[in-house]
């Protein structure tokens, strides 16, 4: 069965949260929430994330799952809020353990940060299957820009997570802590080997000038038109590219902030003894 996709769009960020589901009154999943984050204040808001929890109401969704395609480097994730207002399970691919243990080392943090991944309720692994509903979910492993990227497929859809662009923006970036990208092209192979139709829904869209904001492409396009991917392109020649464009790219604005929450399965770090939150920010480290 194919699902009914419902996509949410936070411009700051660039990214896409989804909704996932049959039908009204169905069950559905939530992928890749927001928390939307002041960096001049080190406020945080829940607007984006208001935004889907009046959308599951209105259609009196369930939520049996709030997923996330990896520990984003570009946004905070709103999955406990969510859980808080709507239910459902915080899932994350099981390799989350591996990025865990080197941003532990990285932000010097507390003894007591488990690196097992035990902040999730659900740890998803190669071809895990869940049912939610009348749809059903298969995790695919698609590591290259972390080491614990995963992506979603349901039905006639998958969620590539930062895998890949639109076809006119390419691929994601492999130079984070664990990145590769002999093995993102591997992932990215996985996925174009996929039938022609498959409808591709990306976590982020950065458009030309004079393109709209897209969510939505498929295996087809991605094969005939990608610019960093398309059919023909080796896997010696992509690496040398994406090396190369690596090394021009400034760190995302967010990613110090981002990642320290998002390994935490969006809970802030444990507050001292005046009762706040504090985030770290390493000195000429990253």
Known sequence: MNPTVKSFFDAP????????????????????????FDTKSGRTSTHSADEVITFIQ??????????????HADHLTAAPYLKNKLGGKLAIGSHIQDVQKVFKDIFHLEASFAIDGQQFDDLLDENEEIQFG??????????GHTPACM??????CVFVGDTMFLPDVGTARCDFPGGDAKMLYQSIQKILQLPLSTRLFMCHDYPPAGRA??????????RKGNIHVHDGVSEEDFVKMRTARDKTLEMPTLILPSVQINI??????PAESNGVSYLKLPMNLL
């Open 13 to 36: 960020t660039g990214t896409f949260t989804y909704v996932v589901y049959e039908k009204a009154s169905s069950p559905c999943v939530i992928i890749d929430s927001v928390l939307n």
């Open 213 to 222: 904001v897209q969510c939505e492409t498929t295996v087809a396009l991605q």
């Open 134 to 143: 009348q749809l059903l979910l298969k995790s695919l492993f698609v590591p």
């Open 58 to 71: 209105d259609q009196q969704l369930e939520v049996a799952f709030i997923l996330e395609t990896h520990a």
């Open 264 to 269: 935490r399965a969006g809970q802030f770090p």
């Open 151 to 156: 992506a979603y497929q349901i039905g006639d």
